[in-house]
């Protein structure tokens, strides 16, 4: 534990010299050095990171020159959290005989990932060598910026790191907020909400952004929508201690809807809902029963119709405390949520997904460890398809995914610490999926969910 303790306490050392000695230094400098070595005798090594600035979507490109051919070195990816843990992900390379290693061709033989993958350093990370277990990054304040520290070392290194010294360092900074983007605070009607706002004039399409059971108020999805050209309002439900659950019905989502469609700047008939884990339970529910919430599409990751979302939040809940009895544990003593769901065809009330009129997309992780997510789509597609609307649906199945698809090049988070509604505890919430096909999920699922919402509400106004 001593030594765990240790090598925690030098990572931190090691976060702070880096930190102080970059306060010095920005991209334009580093630029400006590269530039000047390359006129100069080769012989100190450099690595570029490549844009130094970008949005958390955004790929960048790694370069490392100045090398001996052939000689081996381990690239490594430290950054710190809001809540103070430190994270890291490396991998190995050999330089080729003009001794170079570039991201985006050579391949990691090794390390918290392999293959030629240029974002392996951000979605591979995972909480340093001595930190607590189950712990999960996300974001809180979307305006400032995460820092991510990227280095080269000598040799194929998988520990130690704090206790070397690297042959370069470089620093990129990711954002959820494009420049211009503004954040609008909601309290209207005892709605609590944050309504992101693209640069510019407008008018934009607007989406209503549902995260899960988990609570509060989770803004980094809708800042990034609001980055890519909609106006997106994160939308808290479960959070605020004045508002009772038994307060919370579809009416409560009705008002969110009318305060997004009414904003100056939003365009009234080009909405969107979308909705993650019990935010997808939601979305359903209020897209088929709503007689106000009339989106033009709807995005639901990871959810499930079996739990009729028609009444409030606490009945629904009891709702769900009648399966109870099928929550158990793993051997790590990690939750297995997702048989607290009766599969189709058991279920004798569903959300009749056939009067949804609007199309839909589901994305759905096959590895999924909290929600029956693919059994259901399966019955939603029947369901549909009995029902007449079955060419508004479009499925995305995922092989070997966890529940958690995130926006891409997040971290992977198998299992973590969760408060659980239903119990009113902390327990560890097993997510499921495997790191490297849940890392393709995030990025093939959040391209695929912008070009629906553009389809959806930019073009076909278009055609309009």
């Excluded at 999805?221 to 439900?237: C, I, K, P, Q, V």
């Excluded at 639901?300 to 409030?312: T, V």
């Excluded at 769901?341 to 994305?363: A, E, Q, W, Y």
Aim: a positive charge; charged letters at 20%.
């Amino acid at each position: 534990m001593r030594s765990f303790t240790a090598a925690f306490f030098n990572y931190k050392l090691l976060y702070m010299a880096h930190v102080t000695a970059l306060k010095q230094i920005n991209c334009v400098s580093n630029l400006m050095s590269l530039r000047t070595v390359s006129i100069q005798k080769r012989t100190c090594p450099l690595i570029s990171v490549q844009p130094c600035r970008g949005l958390v979507d955004e790929k960048f490109q790694i370069a490392v020159t100045n090398l001996p051919p052939s000689q081996k070195v381990t690239l490594h990816s430290l950054l710190q959290s809001e809540d103070k843990d430190l994270w890291e992900a490396f991998g190995h390379y050999i330089s080729d005989e003009h001794g170079t290693v570039t991201g985006t061709k050579d391949e990691s033989l090794g390390g918290t990932y392999e293959g030629i993958e240029p974002m392996g350093l951000l979605w591979s990370m995972r909480p340093v060598q001595g930190s607590q277990q189950g712990l999960r990054i996300r974001k809180r304040d979307v305006l400032t910026t995460t820092l991510v520290h990227i280095s080269v070392y000598s040799g194929h290194l998988s520990q130690g790191f704090s206790q070397k010294t690297p042959l370069a360092t470089s620093v990129t900074e990711r954002w959820y907020v494009a420049p211009g983007v503004k954040r609008v605070n909601i309290r209207e009607e005892e709605v609590h909400g944050t309504l992101f706002l693209p640069p510019g004039p407008g008018p934009y399409p607007g989406v209503l952004d549902l995260w899960g059971g988990g609570g509060g108020l989770i803004e980094y999805r809708s800042a990034l929508l609001a980055s890519h050209g909609f106006a997106s309002m994160a939308l808290d439900y479960f959070g605020p201690k004045e508002r009772r659950l038994q307060d919370v019905d579809i009416s409560y989502f009705e008002r969110a809807y009318q305060i997004l469609r009414n904003h100056p700047v939003v365009q009234k008939d080009h909405l969107a809902v979308i909705g993650l884990s019990f935010g997808s339970i939601i979305t359903l529910g209020i897209v088929a029963y709503s007689k106000i919430i009339k989106p033009q599409c709807c995005v639901c990751i990871n959810g499930s119709h079996l739990i009729p979302f028609d009444k409030s939040l606490f009945e629904t809940l009891e709702e769900m405390k009648k399966n109870i009895d099928k929550l158990h544990v793993n051997k790590e003593n990690q939750l297995i949520h997702r048989d607290i769901f009766s599969t189709p065809p058991d279920p004798p009330i569903k959300v009749d997904v056939g009067r949804i009129k609007c199309p839909l997309l589901l994305v759905n992780a096959a590895d999924d460890q909290t929600v029956p997510a693919v059994e259901s789509a399966e019955d939603i597609k029947m369901m549909m398809e009995k029902a007449g609307n079955r060419h508004l649906l479009e499925v995305l199945t995922y092989p070997r995914a966890g529940h958690l698809i995130e926006p891409p090049y997040s971290p992977h988070f198998r299992a973590t610490k969760y408060n659980l509604q239903l119990t009113k505890q902390r327990v560890v919430m097993l997510w499921g999926g495997q790191t490297k096909p849940h890392a393709y999920a995030q990025e093939d699922a959040w391209n695929k969910i912008l070009a629906f919402l553009w389809k959806h509400l930019y073009f076909n106004s278009i055609l309009h």
